[in-house]
């Protein structure tokens, strides 16, 4: 098979980019031959573009020339200016709400129903949640005393998971943005994998009281332990492995069933790309996300600062008038979330991107929003927030993997698909997370990282509906427990970093 | 012994504060009676206070009372009116310099010299730093690794110790706050008990790049692993475990010597405090201090929001105008980013310390600056900032505990004093953390987690002098190998959250 040079997205576009690196001279298409080495993934100019002139991938203007570029000049990310960000007061939305989606294969998983009602779960976990940063020593040690002495006796539990964070005390608790970390810390409490049991560390004295942690119903004994109500350290440990037993006790007696997809909740998540993600990994996540939404499912997709300049495409497919608002507030608190510190949308993309072809966070922003598929969306969440409404849901998070990875666990779900270019070993203790590779080179060296391997697109080897397919029921077994991913095998799981845009004191 | 009902602080005071609780109608002074039970560690008025009237305890107005107040009622957090701060645009430096300190009984410790110069250690420990949060999950299964697999062998080595954190990417790392999350990351790796050896794991495609965080001289082969280098999850361990070993042999080799207590670099903090915490414990951290100073040693305090309403007095100590300046500049940042938030420095006290008598802000802030004792102040650190003089220095970092402690340490602390009031299990892996209470009740409860205890200066049966000296001698020890905390004992450790006022991108 004759492997392609290069990948050319839109009939428009008057750049492509290369599937391998390119010596100079090599004729990349009829007549055009590149007038130095490309690397991979990089961009070529398919024409003569003058100073100022628009450089179009995606069908959509990546930036404007700095200087004149040559027809075969490799493009790179000092080439182009930024250009001004979509308006995103006078968006359309609904103009472009496509009803006709890949039809699922299956309508099923097995998974755990939900005794509090809503999404059933993936994994079955004691989640030992905590109000303040202070009792994470305490809690490390009990968690390991009931990982070794506790767990190989509860069969069915598959983990104990320490919900860790750095909020709490310490923070100005009653600033206005403060009410993002406090929902996704009181959300992430009823994660759908924690089989609706509630277990509480607190401290005694902080600022993030029990209360603002817990609806009332749950503010009992059984399910709160003050450590500043304890004798000492020992008195500790016992009270919080004692609980820990009870609360495994009853998680060990529930059991997978047959649930229908519209109870699965799923996050997508990029991180670490590069230019092949918008055309290998992100599309097929995309047509995986599509399956699951035509089957009833829900698919949250995020990132703020890499949809923001695809926000006006975004905005034609929400449904109605309230979720285009909704996503237009959302961009609106992030533009001047950044304004105050100094800094804009162009603090994206990382050094890591630039250098897998992706020139501007414009670019970035076409690739990351294609794992959104194409269903429509039903629904914009703030960060942390709980969906009403099943189907794709834009759940407005930071772009940061290792932040936004635990603010979609706050907002419900129960299984991440990440699809990574330059690669990463990311992974959450809470649900698992099944990584995509964009290139083949990346799946041929992390062979025990990767989950699948999209660069067989780019290659063309495979297609987009294959490999999409492929993902779908990947993802179908790993929710049902009948396969594992890397990460999870290996416990790679990071530390939940909380999103908190509120002051510390 | 007769327990004394109150402690009333500077002659000047009008109200005074109860030892222990007390109930309607005991008599607490001479003619003076309480209206109501009172809790311990609240205050009670000494005479009639008009509405709009000054509330004096330590000599300074906490605030303005917002209705008549009668001789004997208790005075809470809602009777209060939080005066203005003190303006930090005219004060006056070098006009309380203190040169008579409390002489110290012994002049060296016993700590590991440093390799790179500067501060001895007073712990041997390897330390694994990180460019980013996305290598977190596989160092945690290494570092677990050679903790079971190679720390064993070495018996001169303490731990090992993985410097995880959420900053690196994601942020945005050209914004002009990013300074001080790069610093603290930059200067972490220096800290003394590191043992000069860096090893740090890096991703490869993150924001901090490893140019940002190490000295060219460090930029080598043998100090770091990329991990998008390496072929797969089995690969990456081998390459850490192998540096690790290799690392850990170099430290091995290490031994404690007779050191100078020049050679001591310390923090105070105070968490979980109340209305004592200014009066017993803090005052006798503040002699300890005084004592380390005289005896060549560098002291660091902290903490803005718990400083700001006394930083008049702290100029003052100043012992020149560099000095007062830079203070007066880390307040204005502070002031500037708690108004960006819509905050100010009421958001500090917590709900527990108003629990225990501590009614706002300033009545913690002159209970808090007590910890510095009487030294002059040498030199002022913005947050994360390496000292270069030694003696008493005001490093400006967050009040929080757990985000002032990572920031102590990056500035090079070896060992910590806490004092606490209502009582936190907080510790740090990175250096050990003397716990001392304010109460004796809270040692009596936490017989297994406080150090020291302080309460005994309330009830009359310590002086400051004596509990100060005792802590002396603690932090000597400690620093020396000769004890250890509790917290090291039971391996109580935080996250390392170190503070990032740069936004999320």
Redesign the interface.
Known sequence: MNTPKYIKIKEVDNVATTVISIDKGTEIVDGILANSPIPQGHKIALTDIPKDGEIIRYGVVLGYALNNISKGDWINETMLVLPTPPDIHNMKYGVNVKHKLPISPVTTFEGYRNPKGGYGGTRNILAISTTV??????L??AVEKIKRELLPHYKNVDDVVAI?H?YG?????????AVIPIRALKNLIDNPNFGGEVMVIA?????L?VDKLLNEVDITPENIIV??EQ????A?IAAIVSMADHKLRRLNDRRRETLPLSELCIGMQC??SDSFSGVTSNPSAGYASDMLVQAGATVMFSEV?EVRDGVHILAERCLDEKTMKKLENEMKWYDN??E????D?S??P????K??GLSNIVEKAMGSIAKSGTSPIVEVLSPGEKPSKKGLIYAAT??????CGPMQLASGITLQVFMTG??????LAAAPVVKVSSRTDLKD?????IDVNAGVIATGESSIEEVGTELFHFIVDVASGRKQT??ER??????L?I?N?????
Chains 1, 2 share one sequence.
């Open positions: 940063q202070c009792v994470t020593g305490v490390n040690v860790n750095a005390c310490g923070v100005a608790i009653n600033a206005p943005d401290l005694g004295c902080e600022k009281t450590l500043q004798e000492g350290f020992e500790m991180g670490g600062t979330y950044l105050m510190g100094n800094v949308r603090a994206n990382t050094p890591g991107n250098k897998g930071p772009a940061s993997d290792i932040v330059r690669g990463t070993p990311y992974g060296m992390w062979k025990d990282l890397w990460a290996y416990k790679l799981y990071n530390d970093c999103f845009p509120a002051p510390i004191t």
